[in-house]
């Protein structure tokens, strides 16, 4: 990020944070925190906070940054559903249900938190009755590595889309919900090459460390393939040496209900967490694959996301796009957002991607779609008679005795890439009738 754009970002989100504060007159507290690395904490602390208080943190990095941020003390009057004295810790700006990583009260710590990208917001609630000691916390931009627990998240090189410095070594540790797996998807590769890739590198292992399986090493301009944990863990390491260096990488990962794959003929899915407010800041990815031959179709049940730009009059912000294929390379079907009533869509081969994508703002319902696999069939009729041509692939695991019309006197005979089956309306079962029209469905 540019060195101006950075300073405006810091004086706007200073004045969203003044104008959010609620602390007790005479009590100082909350603020924009820029530098790389620094602490806060409650107001007092180690004594006593005050009754009735607000604070707001904003903690702002670099763009391409993260933020890390640690508890070394932590002690709030208890509630079962912290609505008494709490933190709130947000990945991005406040305000929206969507960014909330966790609310917290009681002595348990909260956990390490990682943002997903540069902007990671703390809220301090206390009321009026029951004061506790607080809490102290410490943060740091985290440029390269850390734990990584989003339903889905970007992570690149230091530096990246710039050359990553020389004798770099990142270690990301992503984590998903326990029985669910985490799907990496690199989009931009370009790192110093070598028949080892013993130089620089990225490598991935497939549970939280290093000792866990090795599923591979990366480098050079070939992007990796695709890569899906067989555990809710998976580590990626990046290192480079001392001489020459490159753009390095950008990378998607998606895990828990963020990634699925659908294989069986008909189901059904939806946004995560529907029917209550899909997540900010997420990317995710469905994608549908029956066997050859089938085409797919979709059914909208619901939709309802965040609205179109009101000056383009687009989906610029929240939404759902569909592509006719297994990658969002494919032809786009359509591209959603808003509340609407769809049609139907159907694709023109056996696999279908959809892709919810939102922003850091605004959140709503979601999405929740049914699917059913067809099978393309062909039907032509004259006076007298009439054809059907079903494609081969779409049949393949029948028997070809088994596929007829009426009765096994009337098979389907094999015809180039299709079973055809051509006959008369007065026979096969049929009664006859005049027609002369020309049917395709």
Not at 14 to 42: E, I
Not at 245 to 251: H, I, L, S
Not at 334 to 344: A, Y
């Amino acid at each position: 990020m540019p060195l101006i754009h950075f300073r405006c970002l810091v004086a706007m989100t200073f004045l969203w944070v003044a104008n959010r504060m609620h602390a007790k007159k005479g009590v100082k507290c909350g603020g924009v925190l820029s530098a790389p690395y620094g602490n806060f904490s409650s107001p007092n602390f180690p004594g006593l906070y005050p009754y009735d208080t607000e604070c707001i943190w904003l903690i702002v990095v670099t763009e391409g940054s993260s933020a890390l941020l640690t508890f070394d003390h932590f002690d709030l009057e208890y509630h079962d559903s912290c609505d008494y004295d709490y933190l709130k810790i947000y990945n991005g700006f406040s305000g929206e249900e969507g960014n909330l990583l966790g609310k917290f009260c009681g002595k348990s710590s909260p956990p390490q938190f990682t943002s997903s990208w540069h902007v990671m917001s703390i809220i301090f609630h206390s009321d009026k009755h029951v004061a506790s000691q607080g809490f102290s916390a410490v943060y740091r931009k985290d440029v390269c590595g850390g734990v990584l627990t989003g339903l889905s998240g970007m992570i690149t090189s230091p530096d990246y889309p710039e050359n990553y410095p020389n004798n770099a070594e990142c270690r990301w540790t992503i984590r998903a919900v326990p029985n669910s797996v985490i799907k990496l998807v690199f989009v931009d590769f370009q790192m110093e090459n070598n028949a080892g890739c013993n130089f620089d590198y990225v490598a991935v292992y497939d549970g939280p460390t290093m000792g866990e399986t090795h599923l591979s090493h990366y480098c050079g301009n070939m992007k990796p393939p695709d890569i899906v944990s067989s555990t809710h863990e998976l580590q990626v390491v990046f290192k480079s040496d001392f001489n020459i260096g490159g753009r390095g990488f950008k990378a998607y990962f998606f895990s828990g209900e963020c990634q699925e794959v659908y294989t069986a003929i008909k189901g059904n899915f939806s946004s995560p967490q529907y029917p209550s407010f899909y997540p900010n800041n997420i990317r995710c990815h469905w994608t549908i694959q029956l066997p050859p031959g089938y085409r797919i179709k979709v059914f909208f049940l619901d939709l309802a996301l965040e609205g179109r730009n009101s000056l383009t009059d687009g989906c610029d912000y929240d939404h759902l796009a569909a592509f006719d294929g297994g990658t969002e390379k494919a032809s786009l079907l359509g591209k959603w957002c808003g509340r609407e009533m769809l049609s139907p869509i159907t694709s023109s081969r056996n696999k279908l991607l959809l892709v919810l994508h939102t922003d850091r703002n605004v959140a709503n319902r979601g999405f929740s779609v049914a699917y059913i696999g067809v099978v393309p069939v062909n039907v032509s009729c004259t006076r007298t008679d009439f054809q059907i041509q079903i494609p081969v692939q779409s049949l393949a695991q029948l028997e070809r005795n088994k596929i007829y019309l009426g009765t096994p006197s009337c098979p389907a005979q094999v015809v180039g890439l299709n079973f055809k089956i051509h006959t008369r309306f007065d026979t096969c079962g049929t009664e006859s009738q005049v027609s002369n029209q020309y049917t395709r469905s």
